[in-house]
DNA sequence: TAACCTACCAAACACTTGTTAGGGAAGGAT
DNA sequence: ATCCTTCCCTAACAAGTGTTTGGTAGGTTA
């Protein structure tokens, strides 16, 4: 026998995993995950309901894949702008620019993330969101702690409103961004982070 | 007879609804809407899941009502800002400070609406939440294309962008802001406003 | 041809959901 | 003492939920 799978799905090709997890972010992001049911996504995706079963465990699987994977694919990226020895500054504008880029390409995950991500934290088996959600504190904290030290931000400011400040405005542009619009993440990019760093208003 | 009232609650005191609308409202927020069960309310409230339908109609209405009168709470208050002629500046400014007071009194009414109002929409009996929104959008773009008409604002920035960034900056604080937390709703708009218009980095 | 594997369908299961109908206890008004 | 009003409970309903079981068409392999 091959190495020991799952107990329901026992062989499965990984390109339709793909395509049904991603009709069912795209649902699951659309709808919310609890308002969606699992013959909604079944209905997107051709097939019905008992056939995604086929495919995988559960509901709840489905979304911790989803998850899952994006998160892995945000930590890549951010590791390697950590591990790059950037000044705070250019360490802020890397994570942001990286953080668009990830908008970009999992925006479903993105907004599901950001709506069910407190509550679902509840649940054992995504602690691994609580996890993440520290390891993120850390990284953005301690580098505006690191910029503020080195006279790079501004030191009148609550450093831990400043952090949720700019969490909160690079990740809620999910909700609203859509692939091919107009602004490539990196030019929605510049001007987050011009608007972030220098302000909106008119310097004297 | 008195006042014809609604189908199925005949009777009932206004101070036992808002403590149940409380109540729904919080519940709501940390669980989501779809999420959250009739009877989850019921128990939270000390009280059997049929009996919440003397004093409403349906789960429906008891939502239909936290938006509504948050809205229209929220409108009182823009409308003032709006019509008490202040340059493009000082309208951002009373904007912002307004709406931190709304989520210091509405933050269970603001996470919900965050949360649902995209999807809610759709259904007819919610159709003011797009009319809000689009009132909401004229208001703060015209201010905001005043101020940089004015010479107030940047002209370099992309103006929707900028719009979306301050709407945002501002509602989001609604998932994470407890009151009473050590900052005032007026301190929290103070810097936040310091950072939307003067940047978080150190001038040279 | 026969055996097998992949990917699906058809039909049902147990359970939860929002909601309703009828009743009753407490207390004030008559 | 009787009635009425307010507020809640008990008990059930029908619809919708995630999930399971057994079957099967069509391609691949032996």
Redesign the interface.
Known sequence: MPTNKKKTQVTASPERRRELLATAAEVFA???Y??TTVRRIADEAGLLAGSLYYHFDSKESMLDEILSTFLNELWEGYDAVLAAGLGP?ETIEALVTESFREIDRHRAAVAIYQ??S??LAALSRFGYLTESQQKFEKAWLGTLERGVAA????T???IR??Y???R??VW??A??YRPGGG?SPEE?AR??L??????????E
Chains 1, 2 share one sequence.
């Open positions: 659309a709808q919310g609890n308002a500054r709506k069910e407190r509550h006279g790079a931000f501004r009148d400011l609550d409103l400043t949720r400040f700019v909160d405005t809620v542009a909700s609203w602004h929605i001007q987050y011009s608007m972030v760093l220098d302000g909106i208003a008119v310097r």
